[in-house]
Each structure stands twice: as structure tokens, then as C-alpha cells.
T-cell receptor
Framework: DQQVKQNSPSLSVQEGRISILNCDYTNSMFDYFLWYKKYPAEGPTFLISISSIKDKNEDGRFTVFLNKSAKHLSLHIVPSQPGDSAVYFCAASDRNAGGTSYGKLTFGQGTILTVHP | DTEVTQTPKHLVMGMTNKKSLKCEQHMGHRAMYWYKQKAKKPPELMFVYSYEKLSINESVPSRFSPECPNSSLLNLHLHALQPEDSALYLC????????????FGPGTRLTVT
């Protein structure tokens, strides 16, 4: 059962335009969401996160939107740059699970973003 | 400093070998993680250490044995692995105490022959 889904395996965008990566989840207990970027042969790099009490979080060119009722989040990258070309993973956490002070992350399958010059 | 380091970068081992993967972080994080990632798949959680104690074992076979010697170090001891265990092994750490962002190391590319 895939609790976090990224339905688009790939996305191609022109440099300078907006990239929109989407993610859906099924577990209503998830209350914290993160986006990671991964280059080949490297570990994932944390980009941005959002708590379920918010519907938007912005950091420079990256903005994450959360629609709790639809169980959907998206990552907007504006403007897109060729260096943004990578695999993007959406991840979710139930912070109350087990009463722990850390988050067990459930990852989506990833979306390959290609930004063309 | 958000750096997690892992050694070695690459490892080739036979099915009868014993080897160890090492991970280190100096961010004062209190939770550390081992993940396994196969090609074109998301990272899969293997183990979580919180305050140097094993908190989660995601039903990982006993041929993988984690160890947390101190709050900065995490090891993964490997013994009698199978070729299907070949993967990228990622270490991560997080601050804990309500901060849930995990920071990943570059990984160890393991090949079992």
C-alpha cells in the first residue's frame, strides 16, 4: 500500500519557467511533509518542509503548498534553472506515531525533473 | 554545518565476507537512521536510533546489524549478504525533539558478488 504517491515519473520544463511537482497521500495521520532533491550517486538533499497547520511555506525559489482536504501537496520552483534537474522526492511523517521525538519518513516514488536551457 | 559523512563510498564484498559501513555527524543530532535505496526507488527505512538506542527495526534480516557507539557515530555491520542486498545505503540524522527534517549522507554503493 503506497501511502505517498508521486504520479508523474518525470517532468520537463524550460529554464526560467515554473516547475510544479505534485504529491498525494492517503494516510490522514501524516502531519509533516518534506521535499528532497537527489542527484545520481548522492544522498537526498532536504529542500523544504511544511507542517499540517500551514497551507504554504516559502524559501527562496521554492514554495510548498498543502491542501489537507485533498491530501495533496505540491512543490513550485520559480524560476527553474538547469541545476534544478534532479529526482524530487516527497516525504511524509506522522509525528505522533509511537510518541517519538523523531519522524519516520514515508517517501513517494520520486519525479525526475529536467530543466532545459 | 549540515554534513553527514559516510565511508566507504563504494564497497564490493563477497557473500561470505564481513564488512562495516560507517556514518558520522557533528550537528548534535540525537536521531540517526539507516536507509536502503535500490535504483529508481525511494529510500526504504531500515533502522532508527534515538538517543543512541535502537528505536525502530523495520524487520531487517539479521545479516544487517546496526550499532551506535556514541551520539555522533552509526555503523552498519554486514555479514553473509546476498546479491539482492546490493544497493545504495544511506545514513541520515535529525535533531529530534520536534524537528523532523532528516539530513542524508552521500551513501555507500554496495555490491555483493
Amino acid at each position: 500500500d503506497q501511502q505517498v504517491k508521486q504520479n508523474s515519473p518525470s517532468l520537463s520544463v524550460q529554464e526560467g519557467r515554473i516547475s510544479i511537482l505534485n504529491c498525494d497521500y492517503t494516510n490522514s495521520m501524516f502531519d509533516y511533509f518534506l521535499w528532497y532533491k537527489k542527484y545520481p550517486a548522492e544522498g537526498p538533499t532536504f529542500l523544504i518542509s511544511i507542517s499540517s497547520i500551514k497551507d504554504k511555506n516559502e524559501d527562496g525559489r521554492f514554495t510548498v503548498f498543502l491542501n489537507k482536504s485533498a491530501k495533496h501537496l505540491s512543490l513550485h520552483i520559480v524560476p527553474s534553472q538547469p541545476g534544478d534537474s534532479a529526482v524530487y522526492f516527497c516525504a511524509a511523517s506522522d509525528r505522533n506515531a509511537g510518541g517519538t521525538s523523531y519522524g519516520k519518513l514515508t517517501f513517494g516514488q520520486g519525479t525526475i525533473l529536467t530543466v532545459h536551457p | 554545518d549540515t554534513e553527514v559523512t559516510q565511508t566507504p563510498k563504494h564497497l564490493v564484498m563477497g557473500m561470505t565476507n564481513k564488512k562495516s559501513l560507517k556514518c558520522e555527524q557533528h550537528m548534535g543530532h540525537r536521531a540517526m537512521y539507516w536507509y536502503k535505496q535500490k535504483a529508481k526507488k525511494p529510500p526504504e527505512l531500515m533502522f532508527v536510533y534515538s538517543y543512541e538506542k535502537l528505536s525502530i527495526n523495520e524487520s531487517v534480516p539479521s545479516r544487517f546489524s546496526p550499532e551506535c557507539p556514541n551520539s555522533s557515530l552509526l555503523n552498519l555491520h554486514l555479514h553473509a549478504l546476498q546479491p539482492e542486498d546490493s544497493a545504495l545505503y544511506l545514513c541520515a540524522s535529525s535533531q529530534g525533539g520536534g524537528a523532523y527534517e532528516q539530513y542524508f549522507g552521500p551513501g555507500t554503493r554496495l555490491t555483493v558478488t
